[in-house]
């Protein structure tokens, strides 16, 4: 079975500073998609970014970015220049390419400090 | 707007009643789910549908049940067996099949249940 794993329950970055949330996955499929998922306070899950596994460049949205390590099965998700409003909870998932259901990881709580 | 509506915002109930959470969804999805959340558990599925008239158990179906009679519409059900059921509940949908690849999945702004 596919897991998906956020080694970090919390994190805390300066305002305008660059931050980095750590997430694993373990699968032995070769076509699936993952995403970031972020949850502000209000608790509306908001989709940050999506990369197919068959592409090898990284996806990037705007401050939003990850490194993609198909091999190693990791996917970071990069934040940018950290505005207040980035403060949310972050959710990594997977989804396999033969299904529609998405496995989440357990989530990163990030605080920006002003 | 298109999007996924979910009523209420919140809800209580007492001890042993059965209580049923709204999803509406006008994004012509086919496919639904519902989600749990509990602090330090990440989203934990409880039921999916694909199609009208069909659905299937996620990680932790106890206690719930569902209904899909409408494509817009996938009603929960907490029923007095489910043993903690106090929690926040998210639903979601998505597109299905290849026509679009992510099929990533849109979500309601969900329902916290208190059961008292």
């Known amino acids: 079975a596919q897991t998906v794993t956020q080694s970090q329950p919390e994190m805390s970055v300066q305002e305008a500073e660059t931050v980095t949330l750590s997430c694993t996955y373990d699968?032995?499929?070769?076509?699936?998609?993952l995403f970031w998922y972020k949850q502000p306070p209000s608790r509306q899950m908001i989709l940050v970014i999506r990369?197919?596994?068959?592409?090898?460049q990284n996806a990037t949205e705007n401050r939003f970015s990850v490194n993609f390590q198909k091999a190693a099965k990791s996917f970071s998700l990069k934040i940018s220049d950290s505005q207040l409003g980035d403060a949310a909870m972050y959710f990594c998932?997977?989804?396999?390419?033969?299904?529609?259901?998405?496995?989440f990881g357990k989530g990163t709580r990030l605080h920006i400090l002003p | 707007d298109g999007g996924i509506t979910q009523s209420p915002k919140y809800l209580f109930r007492k001890e042993g009643q059965n209580v049923t959470l709204s999803c509406e969804q006008n994004l012509n999805h086919d496919a639904m789910y519902w989600y749990r959340q509990d602090p330090g558990q990440g989203l934990r599925l409880i039921y999916y549908s694909q199609i009208v008239n069909d659905f299937q158990k996620g990680d932790i179906a106890e206690g719930y049940s569902v209904s899909r009679e409408k494509k817009e519409s996938f009603p929960l059900t907490v029923t007095s067996a489910q043993k903690n059921p106090t929690a926040f509940y998210l639903c979601?949908?998505?597109?299905?099949?290849?026509?679009?690849?992510?099929?990533?999945?849109?979500f309601g702004p969900g329902t916290r249940l208190t059961v008292l």
């Open positions: 699968t032995s499929e070769s076509d699936y998609y």
């Open positions: 979601a949908s998505s597109a299905t099949g290849g026509r679009v690849p992510y099929n990533e999945q849109f």
């Open positions: 990369q197919e596994a068959y592409k090898q």
């Open positions: 998932a997977y989804r396999s390419g033969r299904d529609d259901k998405i496995i």
